[in-house]
């Protein structure tokens, strides 16, 4: 066992005390919005409509669909990949493989469902299905916590993370201590990261849309934009899997249960609200204002392609044409920080971008109800805190020359207000 290093490492998400107290909240508020989604008043606020008992919870066939779904994402992860990138350089100056294949493994889950629909496989009764199938992702969760913070407990010290071995062992389970837990070349973050959740998310949207069309006819023009938007932002997000291999959650953070159950619980179930609100309580829509919903998307997911296409280009090239002319920071790591571009006009012109597109996303649920905008109101939120521990983490990492960007760069997210 790797010594603690909890004097070097400052604790995040108010230590042990945060760490337990949303390890009880998380799933807690997932199974609330389950609950209120489908009652009639809806009230994001207000207590939901019953607490179900155990009996309405566990499934073992919930289980196992579970357990099948993960089991078909890790034999996808598993085919050959278009491409295999390399990871940022460690602490014992290795740098890991990883495949590029996340695209793929969308594409062929699209075409196996589509398959097991033409056969009969019944997909509109998976909404269902979701309070087991959250129960036992959120089990999943827990015990694959439990198995990473075991196998963390003989990895060498090199492969700890930076902050999840603080000696707490509430707090390590929470934030994990082992950076990239791997067997052989499975790598289980990165597996986790985009996969099972992502594309999960978009079998249940499109669940919903199915069991609305056969209640109502015809799926409503709100529900295909619904739809349409986050499979945009999925199918993004895999076509530019190599992309993740330089977020936070990749480069700093440990793989334990923050991120195993948002991954594998939070995400698909919390993530595909709107479509769950929808479904139960249908809203008109008219192509007039439909149109209006569909350039916010567009002009949120422009600038969050475009800040993310930049960054990008230039981690990967600095003199590649497209960013060879930006102007740019000299940092005492050799690196050099863009201060002109997107990342001019913000510290995080890929943050303003997501925000703008989870607007779009609750905006065709009305304006009457609040639950549909909890993921917008939830990913602010997140984003102002990613963004404050980016900040740090850039300070410590960069220094004088992060002043001086903060300087030419005086706002975080959004221009002339934050």
């Known amino acids: 066992m790797a010594p603690p290093q909890g004097s070097r490492a400052p604790l995040e998400f108010g230590g042990p005390l945060g760490a337990a107290a949303l390890m009880l909240l998380l799933p807690v508020t997932m199974f609330h919005l389950l609950l209120v ?16 008992g155990l009996e309405e919870l566990w499934s073992p066939w919930a289980l196992l669909l ?42 062929l889950t699209a075409l196996l469902v589509a398959l097991g629909v033409s056969a009969g496989l019944p997909l509109s009764a998976l909404p269902e299905m979701l309070l087991p199938l959250a129960f036992a992702a959120t089990l999943t969760a827990f015990i694959f916590s ?12 090199s492969a700890l993370a930076p902050g999840g071995n603080s000696g707490n062992l509430i707090y390590d389970f929470f934030l994990g201590r082992e950076l990239n837990p ?19 998310w978009v079998l249940i949207n499109l669940a919903l849309l199915m069991q609305e069309a056969e209640l109502r006819g015809s799926p409503s023009l709100a529900m295909w934009l619904v739809n349409g938007f986050q499979l945009l932002y999925v199918a993004d997000a895999l076509w530019y899997e190599e992309a993740v291999l330089t977020t936070m959650d990749i480069i700093h953070d440990g793989f334990g249960f923050m991120l195993a159950f948002g991954d594998l619980a939070w995400v698909p179930f919390t993530y595909s609200l709107q479509a769950q609100f929808l479904l139960y309580h249908p809203q008109p829509l008219g192509w007039p204002l439909a149109s209006f919903i569909c350039l916010i ?48 006009m913000v510290r995080h012109p890929n943050y303003l971008g997501d925000l703008i597109m989870a607007l779009a996303w609750s905006l065709p649920c009305g304006v009457f109800h609040l639950l549909p905008y909890f993921y917008f109101l939830y990913f602010t939120a997140l984003l102002v805190h990613r963004e404050d521990r980016d900040e740090r983490q850039c300070l410590q990492k960069y220094g004088l020359a992060w002043h001086e960007y903060c300087r030419r760069v005086p706002y975080r997210i959004v221009p002339y207000v934050y």
Do not use: H, M
């Open 297 to 344: 998307n567009a002009v949120g997911y422009y600038i969050f392609r475009g800040a993310n296409s930049q960054k990008n280009t230039f981690r990967k090239n600095p003199s590649d044409p497209r960013v060879a002319d930006l102007e740019t920071i000299s940092t005492a790591t050799g690196r050099r920080l863009l201060v002109s571009g997107w990342w001019g």
């Open 182 to 200: 791997r067997i052989c070349s499975f790598d289980f973050k990165y597996f986790c990261e985009l996969r099972p959740g992502l594309i999960g």
């Open 146 to 157: 439990l198995l990473l913070y075991l196998k963390a407990l003989v990895a060498p010290a």
């Open 37 to 52: 989604a489908r009652s009639g008043p809806a009230r994001l606020l207000g207590p939901p409509p019953y607490l179900p």
């Open 66 to 107: 579970c357990l099948t779904w993960l089991g078909l994402q890790a034999a996808l992860y598993l085919l050959p990949a278009r491409k295999v990138a390399e990871g940022q350089e460690l602490k014992d100056k290795s740098r890991l493989r990883y495949p590029i294949n996340g695209f793929q493994a969308l594409v």
